[in-house]
Every structure is written in structure tokens, then in C-alpha cells.
């Protein structure tokens, strides 16, 4: 694993992300999408390829979807940004089939 991965990996805040990758964040964003906003990150660099690069490349394109992932908040909220999958439930609830129900035994 990478130098820059390594240190990646031992992060453990959003702010320590913000701070190690020197990417400027509204504390007040972050203080309130700070789960959404590394579960937005994680979900863009999942659609990267990131073998074969180089640190410094790893590092500017950490810093660019990081960047992405907290504009996505600052003009938007969790529930419309849907990241999670309760909130990707329609009007936040689930349907139950019928049959999925058994009915309830009578008390004797």
C-alpha cells in the first residue's frame, strides 16, 4: 500500500480528511453532513481507478472528490442528496408485501 494510502487509512474524522488533504471546508457543513458527506467521498473514488497512480496523483484526485463530496452539501441536505440507503426509500418508508405478514395467534 501507498504512503499516501497508509495515511489515509489511519484517518479517522471528516476534519482530519479536510486537513490532511488541505481541502477548505464551512465547519458548520461538515459539523452536520460529516458521515454523508466520507460516504459521498467513498462512493466517488469508488468510481475511480486509483492502481497504478502515484501519490501526488492519488492526493490531487482525493482532494478534488473531497472537495465534490462537501459542495454537494453546501447547497443541498442528506435527504435530498440521498447517500444513505434509508433516505433512498421512497418518501422514507419501506413496502411489506402481504404474504410477508403471518398472521397473529389467538390467545387462549
Known amino acids: 500500500m501507498s504512503e499516501f494510502l497508509q495515511q489515509m487509512a489511519s484517518l479517522s474524522s471528516a476534519e482530519d480528511f479536510f486537513k490532511a488533504l488541505d481541502v477548505p471546508y464551512d465547519e458548520h457543513v461538515v459539523r452536520v453532513n460529516r458521515l454523508h458527506i466520507l460516504k459521498r467521498l467513498h462512493d466517488y473514488l469508488g468510481r475511480e481507478t486509483l492502481t ?20 454537494d452539501f453546501v447547497s443541498s441536505d442528506a435527504v ?18 402481504l404474504d410477508a405478514i403471518e398472521p397473529l395467534q389467538k390467545a387462549e
Open 80 to 97: 435530498t442528496e440521498r447517500v444513505f440507503k434509508v433516505f433512498q426509500q421512497v418518501k422514507g418508508q419501506a413496502f411489506i408485501g
Open 52 to 71: 497504478g497512480l502515484s501519490d501526488a496523483a492519488l492526493k490531487a484526485l482525493y482532494q478534488d472528490k473531497l472537495a465534490q463530496a462537501h459542495a
